[in-house]
């Protein structure tokens, strides 16, 4: 009989390399590994082995938040942001800074021009509530970004700006930036795609001439507000907070020229004195085009403005698709003389939705500020609204 050998006793290395079977994966894995973690964990990752040391030094990404490094001394901060951009071996693509405890200095200075040297394709600065921080000109060189999101900054670009040519994503929040640069901006990014302002300063009208635009979303004070060549923009969201009135001195109806260039808007949502704004000037019975693609619409609307009314009864009319309405209704100087005379405005409102909506949110208040008083909902197509208190 025959008799076998024993196994042959594995190594220790051996049998670490097989456990280790992450660290024999390939590099560019390993790289997309570490580029879920935080900054803080994939750095942490070069005391596991010789393989992993400054493989976190490869990634294109870099991202600086509270959640990367908590601290909140900002000289530590600081050190830790050097740091990690001399060490990296790889371009950046990706740079976020948003810290809590950040504050402008020149250190921020040295990191843009350090950064021009990249191919930087998504760029985020927030800087906390403070002092604006002036976006140095060596920002403006940066030509192969996709993303931008800026908060507590201020723009000047030199004169030669040609803008952002590839950039596809704007969001600015408390940013001051002049009438002329905020349309330029706009202009000369032939790409642009989504664009948010909120809470924006330096400019009194917002004029969008951007013809890839799909998203829209402004909140902040603003006399006038002109839409052209926006002919793909499906999602606006318009919150302005000027109180806009009858008499304002308008050479059309503000209804007929915010809609003109909005064929394919599919989902609006108007806030604030939005409504207002649209009521100023000869309202139109209806829109001259249909909005034959708005399925959803959301706003708010004083309760006793006829004008206010009336627009929203015109726009309805003119949105033949519409499916989900969400009203916010307020009451100023409610008089309960009147509710006869309100009741009939409030039914001449819906009377026009009747065979188009299937569900419809309406959110009453007693007061300038709103509270879920009451919600009406549509059951069925061609029924009576039904109430529910």
């Given at each position: 009989m025959e008799q076998t050998e024993p196994p042959k006793s594995r190594s220790k290395v051996e049998i670490?390399?097989?456990?280790d079977r992450i660290s024999n994966l390939p590099s560019d894995v390993i790289v997309k590994i570490l580029s879920c973690l935080t900054l803080k964990e994939a750095v942490r990752t070069s005391v596991l082995s010789s393989r992993w040391r400054n493989r976190w030094a490869m990634l294109?990404?870099?991202?600086?938040d509270e959640k990367c490094f908590s601290t909140e001394n900002c000289a530590t901060?600081?050190?830790i942001v050097y740091h990690v951009l001399l060490s990296h071996i790889v371009p950046v693509e990706k740079f976020v800074l948003s810290h809590p405890h950040l504050i402008p200095t020149i250190d921020i200075d040295r990191w843009v021009l350090h950064l021009s040297r990249?191919?930087?394709?998504?760029f985020e600065l927030r800087i906390p509530d403070g002092p604006q921080y002036e976006m140095p000109l060596r920002f403006f060189s940066y030509q192969d970004m996709i993303e931008l999101k800026l908060s507590q900054c201020l723009l000047k670009p030199p004169t030669t700006f040609k803008g952002f040519r590839t950039l596809k994503m704007v969001r600015f929040q408390r940013v001051a930036l002049a009438q002329d640069v905020l349309e330029n901006l706009i202009l000369c990014c032939p790409l642009l795609e989504s664009l948010t302002i909120i809470k924006c300063i330096g400019f009194t009208h917002l004029k969008i001439d951007a013809p890839n635009l799909r998203f829209l979303s402004f909140s902040g004070r603003l006399e006038d507000v002109s839409l052209q060549n926006t002919l793909n923009l499906a999602v606006?969201?318009?919150n302005p907070w000027r109180i806009y009135h009858r008499q304002?001195?308008?050479s059309s109806s503000n209804l007929a020229k915010f809609f003109v260039d909005l064929p394919h808007i599919q989902r609006l949502t108007i806030d604030g004195a939005a409504v207002q704004y649209l009521a100023v000037g000869d309202l139109p019975g209806?829109?001259?085009?249909?909005c034959l693609h708005l399925n959803f619409l959301s706003l708010l609307l004083s309760f006793n403005v006829l004008a206010e009314i009336l627009t929203t009864i015109y726009l309805l009319r003119s949105s033949p698709a519409l499916k989900v309405l969400h009203v916010?209704?307020?009451?100023t100087l409610l008089m309960h003389d009147h509710f006869y005379y309100k009741n009939l405005l409030f039914r001449k409102l819906f009377c026009h939705i009747s065979d188009i909506l299937k569900l419809l949110t309406l959110f009453r208040s007693a007061s300038a500020f709103f509270s879920a008083s009451t919600v009406f909902i549509l059951l069925k197509k061609k029924q009576s609204l039904g109430w529910i208190t």
């Open positions: 670490e390399m097989e456990l294109s990404g870099l991202i600086f901060f600081v050190n990249n191919s930087i394709k998504v606006v969201r318009f304002d001195h308008v209806r829109l001259p085009k249909p916010m209704v307020r009451f």
